[in-house]
């Protein structure tokens, strides 16, 4: 997992599996994240092949974390196994999900 | 006349060996000939064989180092592929678990709604402290 600040926003890129074995950490990094208010975060899925319900959830709880803390997050490009189970779950609902990275900065201005 | 294609893993369950075990999982489904233009088939196999051995990983063994064996046994018949699991934890009747609400988004319970989605049967049985999920996908043209 690697984090990155660029232009007030910043940017935690997750690595190739979102899972079980990681979504604690990606919970726990968002937390301290969170801490300062206003946040706003983009995750980027870009080198996300495989995600599951451990990281939907761990994406579900980060953004719940923002918002109380009146902050934001947007997720940009997912893969299409990721697209596929945020489709099912309805989570596409609840994300803002950017196909690219340009427009996911642009829509926190 | 059926000649199944069998590989059985005596192994730990243990959230280390996740990956390791899912990789050799989906590395089997996409050498299936049955599988090789249905690559969403290969990452819902895969991700219902994740979710289940999270699962024993998580729940199975609590209070007893949260480790214990678990049996992952893997069986191709010319129309369907089977994944058995089996724990001698805590039994866990995924037939219990409620479908989650999904209009109201959760940070857990899509485990084995997922399982479910993705596979055509899964099945649970418990017997003399050993519990055994199966879990079928048939082949896509079958």
Redesign the interface.
């Known amino acids: 997992m690697e984090i990155e600040k660029k232009d007030g926003i910043t940017i935690i890129s997750t690595d190739e ?1 979102l ?3 990681v979504a604690p950490k990606l919970k726990d990094t968002v937390k301290k994240i969170a801490e300062e208010t206003s946040t706003k975060l983009i995750i980027d899925l870009e080198k996300t092949k ?1 995600i ?3 990281g ?3 994406l ?2 980060s953004l ?1 974390t923002l918002i109380k803390n009146q902050g934001d997050m947007k997720i940009a490009r997912p893969s ?2 990721a697209q ?2 945020f489709q ?4 596409h609902r ?1 994300f803002e999900i950017y196909e690219d990275m340009d427009q996911a900065i642009k829509s926190f201005s | 006349m059926d000649n199944p294609l069998k590989v059985k893993i005596d192994s730990t369950a243990d ?1 280390l060996l ?2 390791p075990l ?1 990789l050799f999982v989906r590395q089997l489904v996409q050498q299936l000939p049955a599988f090789a233009n249905h690559p ?1 088939d290969v ?1 819902g196999i ?2 219902a064989f ?2 289940a051995y ?1 699962n024993v ?2 729940h199975a063994y609590k209070g007893s180092n949260n480790k214990g064996p678990i049996s992952i046994q893997i069986v191709v018949h010319s129309d369907r592929i089977e994944i058995y699991l089996e724990d001698r934890g805590v039994r866990f009747d995924p037939a219990n678990v409620k479908t ?1 609400n ?2 109201v ?7 084995v ?2 399982i479910r ?1 993705f596979m055509d049967h899964a099945v649970y049985s418990s017997c003399e402290g050993k519990n055994v999920l199966l879990m079928t996908k048939k082949f896509p043209d079958a």
């Open positions: 599996r899972d079980a074995v495989f599951d319900s451990s939907c959830g761990a579900v709880a719940r299409p196994q596929t189970l099912l779950t309805r989570l609840v | 959230l996740l990956r899912d969403s990452d895969e991700l994740n979710e999270t990983s998580r989650p999904l209009d988004p959760g940070e857990g319970g899509l485990g709604w997922f989605k």
